[in-house]
T-cell receptor, first 111, second 112 residues
Framework: QKEVEQDPGPLSVPEGAIVSLNCTYS??????FMWYRQYSRKGPELLMY????GNKEDGRFTAQVDKSSKYISLFIRDSQPSDSATYLC???????????FGTGTRLKVLA | IAGITQAPTSQILAAGRRMTLRCTQD?????MYWYRQDLGLGLRLIHY???????GKGEVPDGYSVSRANTDDFPLTLASAVPSQTSVYFC???????????FGDGTRLSIL
């Protein structure tokens, strides 16, 4: 079993829809959680960074962490065609340099 | 614009050749990382450095070496390339352990 599981998609939604992207994990030591967006032939771009459980909002993006369920989510409101990309979750225990990434969910927002 | 610069952007290499991928950051981050990204496997850590002069092994270190002579540069060397090292290589940096990582745009390497 992988430490981090992420549905590969593709996930297709109409423009303006609310998108929910999710990752589950098995290591209860994970403390820091990140979401990245990756466009084709580009490097991952940091979207959200959260510590421990709770919610964090930044513009159209909301990140949620539920440590009791070992489940993290990224919500995108009012999705746009420019949001079409692959979204990666990542996580790491406190103070370490070894980050574990999900394999990514490919999102397509249709105009 | 501050960030990470990787070179070359792409390379085709004969098996058995030596190759060094370059990475430079201008954010004065202490930690730097090398990942490879393969379809279906995601990003896998090759080597990392938590500060200049110190390096550590990641998940897939075999066949690769790194050095960290100063804060800004973190080259990755393939001593004798093999076809299984065909991949997209990403360099990243962070202020410290557990801090968010920032990535370059990658080097696409094909070993024939």
């Amino acid at each position: 079993q992988k430490e981090v599981e992420q549905d590969p998609g593709p996930l297709s939604v109409p423009e303006g829809a609310i998108v929910s992207l999710n990752c589950t994990y098995s290591n209860s030591a994970f403390q820091y959680f990140m979401w990245y967006r990756q466009y084709s032939r580009k490097g991952p771009e940091l979207l959200m960074y959260t510590y421990s459980s709770g919610n964090k909002e930044d513009g159209r993006f909301t990140a949620q962490v539920d440590k009791s369920s070992k489940y993290i989510s990224l919500f995108i409101r009012d999705s746009q065609p420019s949001d079409s990309a692959t979204y990666l979750c990542a996580m790491t225990p406190s103070g370490t340099y070894k980050y574990i990434f999900g394999t990514g969910t490919r999102l397509k927002v249709l105009a | 614009i501050a960030g990470i610069t990787q070179a070359p952007t792409s390379q085709i290499l004969a098996a058995g050749r030596r190759m060094t991928l370059r990475c430079t950051q201008d954010m004065r981050h202490n930690a730097m990382y090398w990942y490879r990204q393969d379809l279906g496997l995601g990003l896998r850590l090759i080597h990392y450095s938590n500060t200049a002069g110190t390096t550590g092994k990641g998940e897939v270190p075999d066949g690769y070496s790194v050095s960290r002579a100063n804060t800004d540069d973190f080259p990755l060397t393939l001593a004798s390339a093999v076809p299984s090292q065909t991949s997209v290589y990403f360099c990243a940096s962070s202020a410290g352990g557990g801090q968010p990582q920032h990535f370059g745009d990658g080097t696409r390497l094909s070993i024939l």
